[in-house]
């Protein structure tokens, strides 16, 4: 920390030192005309020869990641958001101005450099140098690349380092931004709308889980960081929007663990006159668009240990023949309430003894059968109890038109026909107002104008939340959601210096 602190002391007095010269090192004025990955594109495969005979001159700027002196020359590597360019500075090709600059930058220092395309012996293409121009002065040094911060928590706290440092970080976070264009781009050929509903709510609904609380100062009222779009969504299709979608921030006062951040993102879409099956084959055709748009030669694709194979059509699972079947469960267990609470205890689950059975069951497909579904798997056939905005199936009025989507263990995406007769659906919202009373937090509150909008009809309906977080995960090769988020959440502590 000591010699750190030197480091930072010494760069200190070079920006001081540069300003009695009279130099910015704060400067906006410097406009470059080329990003580094271009000029490599359009002329990384001409010769030695041909550069110097077509003269290719040209402006270019970035941060600092390499410097060497050797005297009177040297090189430097220079990084902007594209790819990495080399400089080549020597005193004979500069003002003495600019060659006394030179000789005080910095690794981190972010520079404007003017010059000519030229090939080094070894053939690499780069600038030979007019014109350099101090844009920002670096302050703090930049740590070793593969020594100085591979700690990931003070990664996650100080992203800014890690994105210059550590070239996979950014390009997952460019992977990122392309899959949720290529969503959009695949609902928008859907003629779906793109949508924009309330993040703060009066009332808690949407979706099983527990909200934050804030306070609406004017209005002296509490409001809700939403948990789901999903009742908002399903009032614009009452009102004609039929195919509408949302990018969206949800907000869920939860546990944080691989994969589980307070603050994530989904994609949710409904359209009318659609059941859950439809859902089933349009997800598939998404992933594939998705797949296309990323140049993946194929429908497989490793995360972890797993090679997980995206050829359609997907296994579809129903819920208690996967308790069976993949869980081990016998028919006793699923359907003795006693047995089945007394086996999620041994299994560490989280479940009270007033928990309706099929909660319980859920708790045991959650340990018992989802870490097992490693290739996509639609699991079919929820019961009603844990299903309180979805439609009753016509065949069985226990079980509902709902699915879930589990690659390499994870819940990816959650669908179902949508409950659009209102007499039910209040009765439901009563169920869960009555769970609520009873202490459970997580329970939806009795939404009495999302009942009001149902009176006006909402048309058969289908409705899905896609995960993009945990989608970006699958596709990228990461097993935590902190590595796919730009500034996950981090517990509060003395952080340390880098």
Known sequence: MEDRNKLIQRRIEKLNELKKQGIEPYNNRFKADSLSLDLHKNYGSLSAEQLIDDNVCTSVSGRIMAYRSFGKAGFMKIKDFTSQIQIYAEKNSLSDEDFRLYKKLDIGDIIGVEGCLFKTKTGELTVKAKKIVLLTKSIRPLPEKWHGLQDKELRYRQRYVDLIVNDEVKNTMMKRAEIINAVREFMVINRFVEVETPMMHKLVGGATAKPFVTHHNALDIDLYLRIAPELYLKRLV????????????????????????????????????????????????????????????????????YEIDFSKPWKRLDFFEGLKTVGGLDDDTINDKEKAFNLALELEKSVKKDMSREKILAELFDALVEPKLINPTFVVGYPVEISPLARRSNDNPDITERFELFVAGMEIANGFSELNDPFDQKNRFLKQLEDREKGDEEASMYDADYIRALEYGLPPTAGEGIGIDRLVMLLTNNDSIRDVILFPLMKEKEEEEV
């Open 238 to 305: 009452v009102g004609g929007m039929e195919r509408v979608f949302e990018i969206n921030r949800n907000f869920r006062n939860e546990g944080m663990d691989l994969k589980h951040n307070p603050e994530f993102t989904m994609m949710e879409f409904y359209i009318a006159y659609k059941r859950y099956t439809f859902l089933l084959d349009y997800t598939e055709n998404l992933f594939e668009y998705i797949f296309n748009k990323l140049n993946m030669a194929n429908t497989k694709t490793v995360f972890g240990e």
